[in-house]
Nanobody
């Protein structure tokens, strides 16, 4: 019913920047919180940044001051601007959304993208 598609990952040198995008599509009535998570090899998935429907943001301590999350409600999209990237930022980045679906009862559900690889290396 709902699909999330990420883009923008890639290989970047330490100190560089990347901008991740995530677009939601499908039978959407409304989107509440949208988040970015990441999972490095051998580690658990962790929250990186989140943004509420009203625009309030929250960040992991490890990315504060370097990453910025934003959203475009008209496009059902969320973005993650990543600056001053470090090798420890290397991971698969996943988009997550709390979506209310346009079907009978308007149920809410958690939806995930397929992930996009970010590699920070010289």
């Amino acid at each position: 019913q709902v699909q999330l598609v990420e883009s923008g990952g890639g290989l970047v040198q330490p100190g560089g920047s990347l901008r991740l995008s995530c677009a939601a599509s499908g039978n959407i009535f409304s989107i509440n919180a949208m988040d970015w998570y990441r999972q490095a090899p051998g580690k658990q998935r962790e929250s990186v940044a989140g943004i509420s429907g009203s625009g309030s943001t929250i960040y992991a301590d490890s990315v504060k001051g370097r990453f910025t999350i934003s959203r475009d409600n008209r496009k059902n999209a969320v973005y993650l601007q990543m600056n001053s990237l470090k090798p420890e930022d290397t991971a698969v980045y996943y988009c997550h959304a709390d979506v209310q679906v346009r079907v009978r009862g308007y149920p809410r559900g958690d939806y995930w993208g397929q992930g996009t690889q970010v590699t920070v290396s010289s």
